[in-house]
C-alpha cells in the first residue's frame, strides 16, 4: 500500500464517509502466457450472508434502518496490456432491496462500482427469503467479478503497416 485517505467521518454535514487506498498488489491478478486475469478488490458481503444463513424464520428480521453500501474501485491497465474483457453491468431488485453492479472504462483505467440497497428497515417472515436471497447474490455477483487483459503485442515486421519503402521491398522479393 502506497497511501491512504479517509473522509472527514467525524463531520455531520458530510453523509458519506470514504476511504481512499492506493497501492500495487499482485494478489488480485494471474498471468498466463498471453493474458492477465484480474479480481479486483470488491467488498465482501459475507458478514451480511452469515446472517441470514438459517433458510427459514419464525420472527421478523430487524435491520434498524435503511442500508446502503455503496463502493467503488479505480483500477489502472498495467503497461503492456490492454482490455480483453470487462464484466457486463448488472442488477437484481427484489421487494426487500437491490444491487447494482456496473463497469465503465476511461483511457487506461477501469472503474467498478457497487450498490447494494435494502429498502426495509423491518423485514417480515413472508419476506425474509427475499432478504437471503439479495444477500447471497450480492456474494457471489461480487466475488464473480474478473477482468481479463490483453498483453499487446509488440511490433514485429509482419504487424507494422505497409510503408511505400517497405512496401517496394517486400515486392521486390516476392
Known sequence: MEGFRLSPYRDLNHNRVSVTLTGRDRLYATPTAHLLILHPPTPSYQRLATLVAPKKRRYSYMV??????ESRVVLE???????????????????????RISWKRKGREIEFHSLLTLNRAFIPVRLYGQLRNLFNLAVKALKNQVIILKKTPHLTAEAMPLTSKRSKILRASL
Do not use: A, Q
Not at 64 to 69: A, E, L, T, W
Open 64 to 69: 434498524g434502518y435503511r442500508m446502503s453500501k
Open 77 to 99: 491497465i498495467p503497461p503492456g496490456y490492454r482490455t480483453y474483457l470487462l464484466p457486463e453491468n448488472y442488477s437484481y431488485k427484489n421487494d426487500v432491496g437491490s444491487l
